[in-house]
């Protein structure tokens, strides 16, 4: 963050060289300054060290802030450095933020979903009903799809193929019991 050995002097003088930079909206505040990331996030230059914009832009309003958290924005502008847009917190919040107004670019897929599946979910089935009919094995079903003997146990097992977090938490609660039976 910015170093806190500045004294009230350079804090002001860092203030102003600050807000000379800043173009007030009726909303956000952009930054203007020289220095911007290809994102469009500014930078600024304390005692030869480049700090972000919006991060000094929080620790002017705010102090400084714990080395375990980020400044994340609100409005979601990067160019943003109003302090009452910006807000401290864990990147699991941000990532729940980004989730909740839909705006994360590469959404991790899980499943049926995933972007390397080529087997079909009526295959799946079809590899379950012959597996527990008794008429192949794992292995040559797996040969025959093309995928691993352990993706097919997976698939027997119900512990793929689950894209909704019921099915992901009923495949985590299956394992626990095997592990504890192996255990035991």
């Known amino acids: 963050m910015i170093p806190l050995n500045l004294t009230p ?11 000379a930079k800043v173009a007030k909206g009726p909303n956000c505040w952009s930054w203007k300054g020289f220095a911007q990331t290809p994102g469009g996030r500014g930078r600024m230059r304390i005692k030869n060290r480049t700090y972000y914009a919006y991060r000094v832009a929080y620790a002017l309003e705010h102090g400084s802030l714990p080395a375990n958290l980020g400044i994340f924005h609100r409005c979601d502008n990067p160019a943003c450095v109003r302090a009452d847009h910006l807000f401290a917190g864990t990147q699991a919040a941000n990532v729940a933020d980004m989730d909740g107004k839909g705006r ?47 993706t097919v146990s997976g698939w027997v097992h119900g512990e793929v193929r689950n894209t909704t977090a019921k099915g992901r938490l009923i495949a985590a609660k299956r394992r626990a019991a095997r592990t504890r039976k192996a255990a035991a």
């Open 104 to 150: 994360r670019k590469n959404k991790p897929r899980y499943g049926r979903d995933h972007h390397k599946v080529t087997v079909t979910d009526e295959q799946v089935a079809w590899a379950i009903a012959m597996y527990r009919s008794g008429r192949m094995t794992q292995t040559v079903i797996g040969q025959i799809l093309g995928v691993k003997q352990q």
């Open 9 to 19: 002097g350079e804090m002001e003088v860092v203030r102003q060289r600050f807000m």
